[in-house]
């Protein structure tokens, strides 16, 4: 069966320091690959997605990036963290653009 | 589209009523569509789907509607139990491999 791992859970970091989230999936193989990053009490805003290894795609312009270096890891970067990148962010992954996506549980991040 | 700048409506409901959440979607393209809900500090879970060339479709407890004419998906949740108390998401894709997320709804059920 297929899985999927998002770390850490729980992160704080301090304003302009450097940030590196990790996802992810197993069993599975050429997946899609998404960012979503979800305000307190707000939508999953879609920030990148990725349908295959180098591939990214970014959906809204801001201080990420996004690295998917292996078929099945997709890893959201920082080189300078603002108050403002503080959220919930969440993985997912698919085996296609048209079927259900499944998703990891989050990593928290606190910007202070 | 995303309007994921926007505080989440509420919907309260009564143990035992059903539950109707609605959600609009503009990409008159989008050809597949997904519910999901999501618990306090979890991700989003599947619920149901439902592909365009469907309107209705069943499962356990919930029924999703699609409505391509206004571009309006609805899901019905029969026999609210607290367990349901979540935020509930639609999100559509279509032939560009992104996932976009609808408003959000927040359901709270009381006994």
């Known amino acids: 069966s297929q899985t999927i791992h998002q770390w850490p859970a729980t992160l704080v970091q301090p304003v302009g320091s450097p940030l590196s989230l990790e996802c992810t999936v197993e069993g599975t193989s050429n997946p899609n690959l998404y960012w979503y990053r979800q305000a307190a009490g707000r939508g999953l805003q879609l920030l990148f997605y990725s349908v295959g290894i180098g591939q990214i795609s970014s959906e809204v312009p801001q201080n990420l990036s996004a690295s998917r270096p292996q078929d099945r890891q997709f890893i959201l970067s920082s080189k300078k963290l603002l108050l403002s990148d503080s959220g919930f962010y969440l993985c997912a992954w698919s085996e296609d653009g048209t079927t259900e996506a499944f998703f990891g549980q989050g990593t928290r991040l606190t910007v202070v | 589209g995303e309007s994921v700048g926007l505080h989440l409506p509420t919907l309260s409901v009564q143990e035992g009523d059903n539950s109707i959440i609605n959600c609009a979607y503009s990409n008159s393209a989008s050809d597949y569509f997904i519910w999901y809900k999501q618990e306090s500090g979890k991700g989003p879970q599947f619920i149901i789907d439902?592909?365009?060339?469907?309107d209705k479709r069943q499962g356990q407890r919930v029924t999703v509607l699609l409505n391509k004419t206004v571009k309006h998906l609805s899901l019905q949740i029969a026999a609210t139990q607290p367990g349901d108390s979540a935020v509930y998401f639609c999100a559509e894709t279509g032939n560009t491999d992104k996932l976009i997320f609808g408003t959000g709804t927040r359901l709270q059920v009381f006994p």
């Open positions: 439902i592909r365009s060339n469907m």
